[in-house]
């Protein structure tokens, strides 16, 4: 009898404990709402994907020259479709149902617990973080160059004060619960990713090739010139971040045992891959083909003209970005909020969100005012963490949880492009 009360109170208590545990599933951001669409997870990926860097694309070229440029630009293509596929198919490894709903859960799953988390959350921090501030000053300056242009004669306003513009928009969008709730944004965003894409090509190909155009890797000496390559890496490796919240988006989805999740996700990651397709390798191929070695680092900037085709670009970039910041801040807010509500006792409600959001936009917005040039750093930086949690981190949790043969083709495949092609 003493053991039937002791089992019971152990029942009573892990069905407690389960009990919290789905409630705090069903309050935070990334598993509140599992009813997404295959469409879905196509103008999410695009967003996370397609951000303001594509128009930064032709300066890359610029320091890698034609033969370079474009074998990185396939094959970062390839790769990253590649590790994408991976990604979506372990989202559901674990046998019994268990979903593996964040980066940091797959991360766990392969290195254990602790040595999972120290892995992963750093680097998909600085990935989301870090182009939440990027898209933060992106935006601020995209504004102003709108206002600019409508209006020529009026005193101009410095960026930090467009940049807070930019910010008061995300301080209200922040709000929203969870990744679902901002479908219609993201929507948007991956429209005017498109479309501003598009812009950038096609002006470029109006305005015709530069008198003198030069193909010659852009460097004042070798030592600058070895610099600004790894920095053009950089910006390649940033423009396929996308990877930092693909399980996070496939949570977001339904899956039994006859439908997993992994049909639909990858049905849209696939859509996503070819509307990346269409913006990155036109904007990157015939801007640097147009402009040589003397575009921009935005080539928006180096058009100019029609004025009017420049503005409405940027403020269909001010539109992305605002999807863009939602998308990768979505999952920092799921961080925060799991670690205050588990680690800190913090009772979930909306209360606790609200505060936790408003501090996290404002934090971003002040780094963006202070550091406007943090865009050139994350450049810089993004072999650190960009390129890893791309191209190198799931070929190699791949290798830890599914354990192909060794020489066959997928062990073959994950060990050449984790170092052959990790840059």
């Known amino acids: 009898m003493g053991f039937d009360k002791e089992g019971s109170g152990e029942g009573s208590a892990s069905s407690a404990s389960a ?11 990334i598993t509140a709402s599992r009813n997404a669409k295959w469409w879905y997870s196509a103008f999410h990926n695009l967003t996370a994907m397609v951000g303001a860097g594509v128009l930064s694309l032709p300066y890359a070229m610029a320091h890698m020259g ?22 979506v198919e372990m989202h559901e490894m674990v046998p019994g149902g268990k979903r593996l709903d964040r980066y940091h859960e ?51 306003i410095k960026t930090s004060y467009w940049i807070m513009v930019f910010a008061s928009v995300n301080f209200v969008l922040a709000q929203l619960p969870n990744f679902n709730s901002i479908s219609a944004i993201s929507l948007g965003a991956a429209v005017m990713s498109l479309t501003y894409s598009f812009i950038a090509w096609g002006a470029s190909i109006k305005k015709g090739i530069t008198p003198d155009v030069s193909y010659n890797v852009k460097m004042k000496s070798t030592s600058d010139g070895v610099l600004n390559f790894f ?14 919240v693909v399980l996070e988006i496939q949570a977001t989805m339904p899956s039994t045992a006859e439908k997993p999740s992994k049909v639909p996700m990858w049905k849209g990651c696939i859509w996503a ?72 006792n913090f009772s979930p409600s909306s209360t606790l969100r609200v505060i936790t959001r408003t501090l996290f936009v404002g934090i ?27 191209y190198f981190l799931p070929c190699i949790i791949w290798l830890k949880l599914k354990k192909p043969r060794k020489y066959g083709l997928s062990w073959t495949i994950n060990w050449v492009s984790s170092f052959g092609f990790n840059y």
């Open 66 to 87: 034609w033969g370079l440029g474009i074998t990185v630009m396939i094959l970062s293509w390839v790769i990253t479709l590649y590790t994408l596929w991976q990604m």
């Open 273 to 344: 891959y070819i509307g990346v397709a269409i913006c990155y390798f036109p904007v990157a191929f015939v801007g640097y083909y147009m402009f040589g070695n003397m575009v921009d680092d935005n080539i928006l900037i180096t058009l100019e003209h029609p004025a009017w085709l420049i503005a409405i670009a940027n403020l269909f970039v001010v539109i992305h970005v605002v999807g863009g910041y939602q998308v990768f801040a979505m999952p920092v807010f799921d961080m925060i909020e799991t670690y205050l509500v588990t680690r800190l």
């Open 19 to 29: 009990s919290k545990q789905k409630s705090l599933e069903e309050w935070l951001p």
């Open 106 to 156: 797959l991360g766990q799953e392969a290195f254990g617990e602790k040595l999972g988390l120290w892995i992963v959350v750093p680097q998909q921090l600085l990935v989301e973080v870090g182009t939440c501030i990027v898209y933060m000053v992106t935006g601020g300056k995209s504004i102003k160059k709108v206002h600019e242009t409508f209006c020529p004669e009026c005193t101009p």
């Open 364 to 390: 971003t917005m002040l780094i963006g005012i202070s550091i406007p040039f943090f865009g050139s750093l994350l450049g810089f930086l993004g072999g650190f963490a960009f390129a890893p949690t791309s």
């Open 231 to 244: 920095s053009a890496l950089g910006d390649v490796a940033f423009a396929y971040a996308g990877h930092n």
